[in-house]
């Protein structure tokens, strides 16, 4: 019953307090000035029954100022527990899960803008956040590793334990993160922090083992040239411990049957 009751607080609070009210109106400059804006995407458009969502890249001042990322949606919705039957777009839901990021403790990149409008019956969403200074992908990383750049030992067993302390803080506060790919993890190698982008799928969970279960084996099956003992340390680190406990045993075990289940052994 208290797990319950907490999941409805937390839930409040993300839909409340974390979510402040966005939407625009439809002569607002500065949602124009966004939503006009004819750059090149960084992908093709994600396409969604009748919405479509892209991101594109500004470079202020010619690369005087950080480079700012603009996501635009039309019509793109996602469904939540509070928004069964219409969904609510992905960019508010994105906004929503960097401001809950912040408050637990976990850096988020700067949000300049975002906001909807409505126009007929279409649905228009626009975030803009600040490219992260001093970070890179945790996929250029693994990629750095396994070159002439790699990092020492002792360097990469610290970024690899720092993630997974940072994990298990968005965890314990019930926050899944529903796609956790390399290239959504950003680290500065020199304080080994971390930031989480693409946030659009994020939710809060019922328990923290649902949401441990959901991201790790995501970002298990999608890391390589990490070893078996680094793995192991990673999920002990994640456990707040330094031996091989019976939760980081039953963790490891669902990991390695959800590898097993999804990446078959080629014969």
């Not at 956790?180 to 659009?200: A, C, G, M, R």
Request: net charge positive; hydrophobic share 35%.
């Amino acid at each position: 019953m208290a797990g319950t009751l907490d999941l409805i607080l937390r839930s409040i609070s993300w839909q409340f307090r974390y979510q402040p009210a966005k939407r625009v109106d439809m002569d607002s400059d500065k949602f124009m000035q966004y939503w006009t804006l004819d750059s090149k995407g960084i992908d093709e458009p994600n396409r969604r029954r009748n919405g479509w969502s892209n991101v594109q890249v500004i470079n202020p001042n010619n690369g005087k100022n950080p480079l700012l990322y603009v996501k635009k949606q039309e019509n793109y919705y996602r469904r939540t527990m509070a928004h069964l039957l219409r969904g609510i777009t992905t960019v508010e839901n994105e906004a929503r899960s960097l401001y809950y990021l912040s408050a637990i403790g976990i850096k988020i990149p700067r949000i300049l803008f975002w906001g909807i409008r409505r126009e007929g019956n279409k649905e228009q969403a626009v975030l803009v956040t600040e490219h992260l200074q001093g970070y890179q992908s945790l996929a250029d990383l693994l990629e750095d590793w396994r070159g002439e750049h790699s990092n020492s030992i002792n360097g990469r067993r610290g970024i690899i334990l720092a993630l997974a302390r940072e994990l298990r803080k968005m965890h314990d506060a019930h926050i899944v993160h529903n796609s956790l790919y390399p290239k959504h993890i950003f680290v500065n190698t020199q304080t080994k922090e971390f930031s989480f982008i693409d946030l659009e799928k994020a939710k809060i969970r019922w328990t923290r083992m649902a949401c441990s279960l959901r991201d790790l084996d995501s970002l298990n099956r999608h890391t390589f040239g990490i070893s078996r003992t680094d793995r192991l340390r990673f999920l002990m680190a994640y456990c707040n411990t330094k031996r091989r406990t019976p939760e980081v045993s039953k963790l490891w075990k669902a990991l390695s049957q959800r590898y097993k289940e999804k990446i078959p052994m080629t014969q």
